[in-house]
Nanobody, 124 residues
Framework: QVQVVESGGGLAQPGGSLRLSCQAS????????MSWARQDPGQGLDWVAG????????YFRDSVKGRFTISRDNAKNTIYLQMNSLKPEDTSVYYC?????????????????WGQGIPVTVSS
């Protein structure tokens, strides 16, 4: 049974850092791309970053480039999202998702399993 579980969210001050983790199980992790997306209540899904099976990182929002870093550890079946220089507008619920292929995209129909979401709040 496939599971995708996020951890590491919480409260951070503006300018601070958080690291999100997403541990997956139930499928051959190294052969699928994985991504992070976020969603505010009543709003659509915003894709944040994805990582291909070869470790290539893709950042889907200009606002996170240079501040966020996505990585993966295939030995631990885990991806990470290191978030630095956090801004209040980064406040959201962050979701980890398993892609159906090797390349991370920003198409919702190209993901088949999602985590439960983890809240991130950036506030002083």
């Amino acid at each position: 049974q496939v599971q995708v579980v996020e951890s590491g969210g919480g409260l951070a001050q503006p300018g601070g850092s958080l690291r999100l983790s997403c541990q997956a199980s139930g499928f051959p992790f190294s052969t699928y791309a994985m991504s992070w997306a976020r969603q505010d209540p009543g709003q659509g899904l915003d894709w944040v970053a994805g990582i291909d099976t070869d470790g290539s990182a893709r950042y889907f929002r200009d606002s996170v480039k240079g501040r966020f870093t996505i990585s993966r550890d295939n030995a631990k079946n885990t991806i990470y999202l290191q978030m630095n220089s956090l801004k209040p507008e980064d406040t959201s619920v962050y979701y980890c998702a398993k892609a159906t292929g090797r390349i991370a995209t920003s198409g919702v129909y190209e993901y088949d399993y999602w985590g439960q979401g983890i809240p991130v709040t950036v506030s002083s």
